[in-house]
């Protein structure tokens, strides 16, 4: 974990000086997902963005990817702030391109024991 | 009787009762040995005693007492009625159904009265491995039965344990009835042990945070000091109270003085403070007149019957109710469920109220207004209600306050402070109210009702569609784990017995059909961690005569205080399903941690450091085994989650404990 931020950061900071607005290019989901987990978006959002008593639903994600960005820096509610010094647009780009991949959930008709109380 | 024992010295007031009567004695004496013919100090005295009263010298059988040597030590080895046997008299009057209790050398007297003496029933003792087990058992059986079981411990390194799980029923408003054994006198401690387990005024650790406590030092103080304790703790505010069993008071001969005179008395406990008249009427017009009014509550359902008047309230003026679920106050699939602090239930009603009932909240401020978080620097805090809004509150705990644990929170402006028990005034409100509505007012409330009803359907369905995101995760999602366990414990008379917010994110509040006392218990009353396992067994021992399924979905962080009480539950074949929410970190630090960071603006990777339970993975169904508890896992995909419930209940329908591992999503 520790050596994670080493080599996530180091190389995207070059990055990020050299193309600061990356974030419209298309992300990796496998980097994404493995950002989300350690630097604790699940924490409070769950491994798949569902949401919870601690965080909003997030995958997929409600934003587009600009606005997810601009989100991250600047948050509404009790979100943590996350600032460039410590994830680049570069990982927000490929947190983005991982909610993304998370597919819309199964229908509640399709889950019989949920669907059942509706109308209850 | 061993009162021959000619350096010893029973430390009570009795024995120095007797010292004064056996003074007494000395002195008639020597007034009759006067009498009798010690002619030649009588007639100094008799001249003397026209005047006033006057001590007469000592006679020669006192002198001969006071300079002859002491009578042989007589060695009596045997007693027919220790001081712990009246003592057990006093409790069985009180009609504790348990003892729970870590045995401990100070109160092994009592202890054994209650196993021979009283063959151990009302009390039956139940082996606790912690006493932090013992006071939190207390704690979740007082939730679901409505009164205190008892609890002994050492009065030193006892109550050392015990002392956060006081202070979590203390903050919770829960009757627990602590008796500590202690060694006062220091010529009787025989070992370095019991010197190290001796204490001055063992209370004094938790005074802070119980409502009453004694140190008894008579068989009739302990018997009236008892009785007081028991009432106080079960006069609203509900609180714990401490009641010391001297150890020598115990285990020593119960004196004739005492077998004579001491007597039990009669428990009878206070009416709960109800509302005057005058102040009831205002709230009723206030409520009958309002066009948003809001109920919020808090402790309000100290009984059964709680639940119902609260309905009745509602019903009555049609007033959204948004629980605060420290209790199970309202059914959770009414029409006026406004939803509590869980999906903005709260936020969203208090802003637009224009009078708020407060029943039995102590964190309303927390409730009515908003704060800067945790993600920015600096604090400012913001009503949340709109101009004008009146608020009104029915709090007891504005009758009883202690300053140095601050769970009373912050200062709340009010229109209407009522002091008194809400449930007990919740009669007299109902039917003020009733008087006071004009059919005009019924169209309106009804109006109300009915838009109220839409947006709980609304509220139900948005909760239902958020259920299915995450529904095939593995770690399995909270919701998910709660629809299974659901799915099979609907048809049972069931009761949850842990708190859900935030921990599971509130699914089965958002998600079951609760409108039974027991269906629900709320919580911990002062985040003390510890408090979960235990309180669940206790509520399961209060629940297994009525033969409820009890239900306790477990952090795994709180069941690593004190895994014990897993033993406890086999031991005492205590039926209860444990589902482990387990997220391998000490979840609500972890997230803290990130915050940290975030704001610090550096390392937000490092935030499991210090907060994960993790690496090695702790292994709960091996944990659970090894205690004697059935159990499965660990449940890692959620297709396997039903078929190891179905056996769990199976298990725990033949009266046993049973433990599910399931490896969960962190909220």
């Not at chain 2, 948003?292 to 019957?305: D, M, S």
């Not at chain 2, 414990?489 to 027991?518: C, G, H, Q």
Request: charged share 20%; glycine share 8%.
């Amino acid at each position: 974990m520790k050596h994670l931020l080493a080599f996530v950061l180091l190389p995207s900071c070059i990055a990020f000086s050299q193309n600061a607005t990356t974030s419209d290019a298309t992300g990796s989901v496998d980097k994404g997902k493995k950002i989300f987990m350690d630097v604790g978006c699940y924490e409070c959002h769950g491994t798949v963005g569902q949401g919870g008593a601690a965080g909003a639903r997030i995958g997929p994600p409600p934003l587009n990817a600009q606005g997810f960005i601009r989100y991250i820096r600047k948050p509404a509610g009790a979100m943590p702030a996350f600032t460039d010094k410590v994830l680049t647009d570069r990982d927000l780009t490929d947190v983005y391109a991982y909610l993304k991949s998370i597919p819309a959930p199964k229908p509640v008709k399709d889950i019989p024991i949920l669907n059942e109380l509706k109308g209850k | 009787m061993s009162k021959s024992k000619s350096s010893a010295s029973k430390p009570s007031s009795s024995q120095s009762a007797l010292g004064r009567r056996g003074f007494l004695k000395g002195t008639a004496a020597g007034a009759a040995a006067l009498v009798a013919g010690e002619a030649a100090i009588a007639p100094v005295v008799k001249a003397q005693t026209p005047a006033r009263a006057v001590t007469p010298l000592p006679g020669a059988t006192q002198i001969a007492a006071e300079t002859n040597a002491p009578p042989m030590r007589v060695d009596v080895y045997t007693t027919d009625r220790p001081g712990s046997d009246f003592m057990l008299d006093v409790i069985k009057t009180l009609d504790f159904e348990y003892c729970c209790a870590n045995p401990g050398s100070s109160f092994r007297g009592l202890h054994e009265s209650m196993v021979n003496y009283g063959k151990n029933k009302m009390p039956e003792l139940i082996t606790c491995c912690h006493e932090e087990s013992s006071v939190a058992m207390a704690h979740g059986y007082a939730k679901i039965e409505g009164k205190p079981l008892m609890v002994m411990a050492h009065g030193t390194v006892g109550l050392q344990h015990a002392s956060m799980a006081i202070y979590n029923a203390y903050a919770d408003r829960v009757p627990v009835y602590v008796v500590l054994g202690n060694i006062g006198a220091a010529e009787w401690r025989r070992t370095d042990v019991e010197w190290a387990h001796s204490v001055q005024d063992a209370a004094a650790m938790v005074r802070d945070y119980v409502k009453w406590d004694d140190n008894p030092v008579t068989l009739q103080h302990f018997a009236e000091s008892s009785v007081r304790a028991y009432k106080m703790s079960m006069t609203p505010p509900y609180e714990p109270v401490v009641i010391i069993a001297d150890a020598v008071l115990q285990e020593e001969p119960m004196s004739d003085f005492d077998r004579r005179t001491a007597r039990i008395p009669k428990l009878n406990l206070s009416q709960p403070p109800a509302s005057d008249g005058n102040s009831v009427n205002e709230i009723a017009r206030m409520l009958v007149n309002a066009e948003n009014p809001l109920i919020i509550a808090g402790r309000v359902a100290r009984t059964p019957e709680g639940i119902r008047l609260l309905v009745e309230l509602a019903e009555t003026v049609q007033a959204g109710v948004s629980d605060r679920h420290y209790r199970m106050n309202f059914p959770t699939m009414h029409p006026l469920n406004v939803g509590g602090p869980i999906g903005g239930g709260t936020v969203t009603t208090v802003a637009n109220a224009d009078v708020i009932l407060s029943l039995e909240v102590g964190d309303l401020w927390m409730a009515t207004h908003s704060q800067t978080p945790i993600n920015r620097m600096g604090m400012e805090s913001k009503p949340l209600t709109k101009a004008g809004a009146k608020i009104i509150t029915i709090y007891s705990g504005d009758l009883f306050g202690k300053s140095n644990y601050q769970d009373f929170g912050r200062y709340n402006e009010v229109d209407l402070s009522i002091a008194a028990d809400a449930e007990a005034t919740l009669p007299s409100l109902i039917e003020a109210c009733k008087k006071l509505i004009t059919p005009q007012r019924q169209r309106a409330m009804q109006e109300r009702g009915a838009k109220l009803a839409e947006s709980a359907k609304r509220l139900r369905d948005r909760d239902i569609e958020a259920a299915a995101y995450g529904w095939d995760a593995s770690p399995i999602s909270t919701a998910r784990v709660s629809m299974e366990l659901w799915n099979q414990i609907k048809t049972e008379d069931w009761s949850l017995v842990s708190e859900t917010f935030p921990f599971f994110s509130a699914w089965p509040l958002r998600l079951w059909d609760m409108n039974k006392s027991y269906h629900y218990i709320g919580g911990h009353g002062a985040y003390g961690v510890g408090y979960q396992a235990p309180a669940a067994v206790g509520a399961a021992l209060a629940n297994r005569k009525h033969g409820r399924l009890t239900v306790n979905i477990q952090t795994d962080g709180d069941l690593n205080y004190a895994p014990g009480v897993l033993w406890t539950a086999a031991h005492h074949k205590i039926p209860i399903l444990n589902i482990m929410h387990n997220k391998r970190a000490y979840h609500q630090e972890l997230m803290y941690l990130t915050d940290m960071a975030a704001r610090a603006n550096r390392g937000i990777d490092t935030a499991l450091i210090g907060t994960g339970i993790n690496d090695p993975n702790i292994d709960y169904a091996t944990l659970a085994k090894a205690y004697g508890v059935y159990s499965i896992g660990p449940i890692i995909n959620p297709i396997d989650l039903a078929p190891a419930i179905k056996k769990a209940i199976a298990a725990v329908k033949k009266g046993e404990p049973a433990l599910v591992d399931v490896v969960t999503q962190p909220r």
